[in-house]
């Protein structure tokens, strides 16, 4: 894409009232626009980001065979009310508003009730189960602070998946397989090494439920992790008993901050007992549905992948993610090196490498602060002395040595680098 | 993709409450669920249909040169404030709430303050204009009725356009190139020959608004149509002025009903006026930007597509929006017609053709009459007697002819039918 013809404009300083380091970064490079406290816009660049970690997410949500489809953001009173989660005093993050007629209305801050409410109408023998589904949906929690960027909105995206079984043995399955499903993608998109799986408080269902937790100092966690076992245990259920439960020795335990990047849980039988979601099996008897409910906030996953790799120059994004692979300046305008920047935007993009091409004449100072602000992980550099020097010049984001290389060799090594 | 592990069950009956065919055809399909008047989830096969049709229109506006981003649900009220439509008796559509310290928000139902505002941060120069950016963004709005299921909801999915330009005429050629885009889009989805350009009105700036109005029965709006002409009236601008000053003949027009699926919209300076957003033009002098800004109703135009293909059987829809291409029943469970049918399955989907294969089953009844219910362009059928006459039956949906082909015939066939 050609810089001069993508909305994107990058600021020397960000707003000042912004205190979290992932919206100053995301803010600076012309990812995101903020329009009140923990409510952002996402520009041409943030969009492309969000629809990377979309789908990595996607395709490991359709291999388990989940289908995807999307609920609403209006949601009826009476819903919640069969649950006891309308009261704000019971659910303290609603944005409530009314009909013109006055009936009162929720603004989706979670889907649980409206989804499972909705089987109903799918799900009645045992040859309607299992059934999984997901969304990629905008929340709305009324936080009463947000002052940590993206990886804590009142508006976000999440990614919420859902599983209907007949019984204890079958949803097991299903939440064994989302767990890997999650250690899958949070390995994609580059958070592997430092994101752990957390015992963290269940329910009335389940004693726990499991968070994915990502260290980092600026995570909102404490968990204590065992690097060995690479497992942790969150704060909120570290006691004795749990360890010994675990198996866990207390003096191998490190204490660290984290974000939660995802979570799972097991709700039983209970929301479908509330919300009357049975089921005939093989003998006609009705039998209640089991109900698991698995998270992934897209949004703050951008977030805490911004902060994680981030240096002092910028953003750092891992390939995956990456909104485009190669910022490509050019320096100068003589004709010969406007030519081979053209072809190297070309052949690249040619062979599948997206290119941010800087068109815009601006001075090689202002093109090299811009490409190691926004990030990409490589940055092509096209001058009269590269050319004379025998090529073009290619260097990693995050890394001091370039190397002069002619176009078919960098076209051979981004093409393999960039791959999807 | 199997039906069996597609979640998507079927109805024979729509809701009661249900008045619009729209609606009523797409719940039995199993495309949408209701979750209150005007506001309806999009199940998977709902989902593919809205990003087919995404997908065209992301194509045209990435051709004219814009940028794709993704505004906020929540919306500041200071900023409609000062264009004077925060008050419910200017716009009497608003969903509004508040955050937990008494602050109120808006919900978005439309999105021209906040992006234009959002842009006094990005536009200062003439070297920043033209800027062209769009989203497809989910909208409120706080209707008194909403009876025509998803062709005027409270919640719905709207691609919404800005053009930002420095002077008239840039302003005019934009506007003249979303016109042709429009049309280009209303032909793809299927609706180009029942579509209108038609003159409504417009604001402080211009006499007229453009609608894009596709005829139809159930449309909320009168319009005069010039079928020569291929252009139309609006009947709120409907005038023997206007029709003078149009050229238009009153005795050739034709009264219709129609479903406005498009506007277009000049702004001039008004809003940049209003919200402070000035470029500094060659010589340094501020100027005010013109705004334009583009409509299209994504689930809107989605609800006019089913009803207007729609037959007494079902759904029929266009190629291009079509969530899958062929519907693939299987009839019997004989080992020779279960591998012929999964061998029509793999090499359909090796050579790019969508095909949503029937593998329940169920008996034939049920299989036609949901074939013609989801309303695939094709249905392929693969039974004992198929194989025995020399192959696989296919048939187009809307036509009674069926002829039986080999598979490699059918592969061919419909691989160049079903190209993208």
């Known amino acids: 894409m050609r810089r001069s013809q993508l909305f994107l404009k990058t600021r020397h300083q960000a707003p000042a009232d912004e205190e979290a380091k992932n919206a100053q970064l995301l803010t600076k490079a012309g990812y995101i626009h903020k329009e009140m406290a923990g409510v952002y816009a996402y520009l041409p660049l943030g969009l492309m980001v969000l ?18 489809l999307i609920m609403t953001n209006l949601q009826a009173k009476e819903l919640w009310e069969r649950t006891d989660r309308w009261d704000d005093k019971k659910v303290d993050v609603w944005f409530k508003s009314h009909l013109q007629n006055g009936t009162e209305v929720g603004l989706a801050w979670s889907h649980e009730e409206p989804i499972t409410a909705m089987m109903t109408n799918y799900i009645s023998s045992y040859r309607d189960l299992p059934a999984m589904v997901y969304q990629f949906q905008t929340k709305l929690r009324n936080e009463l602070r947000a002052k940590s960027g993206i990886m ?12 209907y079984t007949p019984d204890q043995a079958a949803h097991d399955k299903i939440y064994n397989d989302v767990t890997k499903a999650y250690l ?3 390995d994609k998109v580059g958070l592997g090494d430092s994101t752990y799986v957390t015992f963290a408080s269940g329910g009335a269902f389940t004693q726990f439920s499991h968070e994915f937790q990502t260290i980092t100092e600026v995570g909102e966690d404490t968990i204590y992790l065992d690097e060995e076992k690479k497992m942790a245990v969150n704060e909120e259920v570290y006691t004795d008993q749990v360890l010994d439960q675990l198996n866990l020795d207390k003096s191998k335990l490190e204490k660290v901050q984290a974000a939660e990047v995802g979570n799972i849980f097991s709700f039983g039988t209970t929301k479908s007992d509330q919300l009357g979601l049975h089921f005939g099996d093989e003998k006609g008897e009705p039998k209640p549905v089991y109900l698991g409910s698995y998270g992934i906030g897209i949004t703050r996953l951008m977030g805490v992948i911004a902060e994680h790799f981030a240096d002092e120059r910028g953003l750092k994004w891992p390939v995956n993610v990456a909104p485009m692979h190669v910022y490509l300046c050019r320096l100068g305008d003589e004709p010969e090196v406007i ?15 997206k290119v941010l091409y800087d068109d815009r004449n601006v001075r090689p100072g202002e093109q090299f602060a811009d490409a190691d602000l926004i990030g990409l992980p490589y940055r092509l550099v096209v001058s009269q002395k590269s050319l004379e020097a025998g090529g073009l010049e290619l260097k990693e984001r995050g890394q001091e040595a370039a190397h002069i290389s002619e176009l078919s060799a960098v076209v051979q090594t981004l093409g393999k680098a960039c791959q999807a």
């Open 51 to 68: 629809d990377n970690i979309k789908q990595i997410v996607r395709e490991e949500m359709n291999s388990l065979g989940a289908s995807e």
């Open 152 to 163: 804590r909105g009142r508006e976000f995206v999440m990614k919420d998946l859902y599983s």
């Open 184 to 186: 899958r993608i949070f």
């Open 339 to 353: 030519k081979a920047a053209d072809e190297a935007y070309e052949k690249l993009q040619e062979s599948g490498v």
